[in-house]
T-cell receptor, first 117, second 113 residues
Framework: AQKITQTQPGMFVQEKEAVTLDCTYD???????LFWYKQPSSGEMIFLIY??????QNATEGRYSLNFQKARKSANLVISASQLGDSAMYFC??????????????FGKGTKLSVKP | ETGVTQTPRHLVMGMTNKKSLKCEQH?????MYWYKQSAKKPLELMFV???????ENNSVPSRFSPECPNSSHLFLHLHTLQPEDSALYLC????????????FGQGTRLTVV
């Protein structure tokens, strides 16, 4: 069975510094997709970044990068130059139907990131 | 208009009431989803609709009844709910068969009293 583990319930980071949010996964599938979403207090889940299992390069989107280590089954999110608006819950997720219904996701429990001024 | 819109944003209902949650997507997607987010639990997938047909129902109690009249709209009909059903209900949409992400709405915060 697929599983996503986020071991950091809460993290603090100083404004303008970088922070790494951990995510490990378990799957027997050869082909899979990993996603990170941000959830502010308003409730909306905001897509941040995506990594396919066959992608050889780590995904990057602006200040977000995904440190994908396939052998270790980890997909950590790195946020560079943290901003106050980055304070939110962050969820790592894996698609159960990769290449099909990409919204069919299994989520981790999330990490609450707090950015200090 | 935002990509995925959910109404209402907040709902308080009694256990004997019947209410419906609405989700509308303006992204041209053809797959839609309902998720439940309870306190201290990971997001749980409830229903998946692909091309307007229900393709997955994750053992959800029958007091939750989904409806997908077309590819842009998704409803969740609620009746005789329990207090433990209080949660944030999130709708999402994606393009079936595409290697792209799903987009979520802002959710409906449901309180059952």
């Amino acid at each position: 069975a697929q599983k996503i583990t986020q071991t950091q319930p809460g993290m603090f980071v100083q404004e303008k510094e970088a922070v790494t949010l951990d995510c490990t996964y378990d799957t027997s599938d050869q082909s899979y997709g990993l996603f990170w979403y941000k959830q502010p207090s308003s409730g909306e889940m905001i897509f941040l970044i995506y990594q396919g299992s066959y992608d050889e390069q780590n995904a990057t989107e602006g200040r977000y990068s995904l440190n994908f280590q396939k052998a270790r089954k980890s997909a950590n999110l790195v946020i560079s130059a943290s901003q106050l608006g980055d304070s939110a819950m962050y969820f790592c997720a894996m698609s159960r139907d990769y290449g099909g219904s990409q919204g069919n996701l299994i989520f981790g429990k999330g990490t609450k990131l707090s950015v200090k001024p | 208009e935002t990509g995925v819109t959910q109404t209402p944003r907040h709902l308080v209902m009694g256990m004997t009431n019947k209410k419906s949650l609405k989700c509308e997507q303006h992204l041209g997607h053809n797959a839609m989803y309902w998720y439940k987010q309870s306190a201290k639990k990971p997001l749980e997938l409830m229903f998946v609709y692909s091309l307007e047909e229900r393709v997955e129902n994750n053992s959800v109690p029958s007091r939750f009844s989904p409806e997908c009249p077309n590819s842009s709209h998704l409803f969740l009909h609620l009746h005789t709910l329990q207090p433990e059903d209080s949660a944030l209900y999130l709708c999402a949409s994606s393009q079936q068969g595409a290697w792209t992400e799903a987009f979520f709405g802002q959710g409906t915060r449901l309180t059952v009293v």
